[in-house]
């Protein structure tokens, strides 16, 4: 970062010092002066020129490295820090993070060092000014009171952007739903309004106004000291540093704290093959991610719902990226799944069935082959036949113990236990095996 702020502000300098050379050379050849007077102001401009359009490539080259290079540390502290908490974070704690994490280097790269630069080459405008006190004056109003001013009491932006996920989820996702009710427009303008006012948060307070009127202002006051023209366009050089600052913003941080998950009771024990059954409400799911939560990974967890946007195989070998062909083949007798290794499956399965997604997501699970295999109703979407069918083979390929959610009373003859869950807030859970 260091290199990136020596470049940043021999970039600056040299644009304070084109525009001061230009001024001059314009004053002074309205004068009418020997060419050879001239000379030494136009290799100047030129040069400048040269200089300050290759040190602002090179200064984005650098900054952008240093704060790619802070963003493997970082993450890699952030990965190091989940790796070693108690509980795994929720999906919005991690998102939170995530954010957390983009913000802090963003601010790096558009707030400090920027500040960084624009103070440096003030310091050295005001120094070659004779510390002229009408751009002493602007310069600390621009660089100091003004930022602080706009980035004061950050507000909490967490609730607006999970909002703004929330809609645009539902517009890329029920389309055709919302259109087909006649509800995509008005949830389109909901969407749309609700971007403006995150927006309009982010930008916190823009006060760029007053400082472009403290710009003038200085500029006035110096001229009005005979203050010489090359040296007022200096300053409104400067001053053009200094403006963006005024727009400056200091996310809060979202909070990432959370309690640890509540310790469940009259959980199954983890031996043989048992089916958990219960009415809805009854919190099967909930029971299973308790019990996932739990367990060490390399133990076992509950299987992959997601699929991606890439080919089958692909989304397979997720579960063992080094499994063999013949490996495959055998996952895919196991749970039938019908369909051609290389075949792109589209964004979230959608260039398949719904009965095919389902196959795929048990082949990765059964390629897997963790030590304790949790699943949640794992044949929805499959025709009764078929679906009896192929729980049945994953069982008995399965050696360890086997928790399974499901709805279908003609399943169970195929477990040693059943445990039964009752609607939460009845006293009794029944278990039969």
Known sequence: MKLAILVGTLAELAGVGLTATATWLI????EHPPMQALTVAIVAVRTLALAKGALRYLERLTSHKAVLSEAVE????????????????????????????????DTRLRATLPWITAVLVGAVVT????FSLPLLAGLLINLALLPWLAIRNPRDLTPLRARLTDQTTELVHSKEELIAYGLFDAKLAAATKTAKALSRGERTRDLTP???????????????QHE??????????????TIPLAALTRPKPEPTDE???????DVPDLRGRTAIVGPIGAGKTTLLNAIAHDLEPSRGALADAHVFHTTVRTNVLLAKPDATQEELDRAAQITELDLDWDQVVGERGEEISGGQRQR????????????????????????PLQADRVLAKILADHDGPALVVTHRTEQLALFEHVHHRRPIGDEHVRRVG
């Open 228 to 241: 010489p023209a090359w040296l007022i366009m200096a300053a409104v050089a400067t001053f053009e540093i």
């Open 74 to 105: 970082l993450r890699g502290k952030v990965y190091d820090d989940l790796a070693h908490r108690a509980h795994v974070p929720s999906g919005t704690a991690l998102t939170r993070i995530v954010t957390n994490v983009d913000q802090h280097l």
């Open 210 to 224: 007053l400082a472009i009127a403290v710009q003038f202002a200085t500029a006035i006051a110096m001229l009005a």
């Open 27 to 30: 004053m002074r050849a309205a």
């Open 360 to 383: 795929l997501i048990l082949t990765r699970s059964v390629l897997a082959r963790p030590d304790i295999l949790l699943m949640d109703e794992p044949t929805e979407g499959l025709d």
């Open 127 to 130: 120094v070659a000014a004779g």
């Open 259 to 265: 309690p640890r998950p509540a310790t469940t009771h």
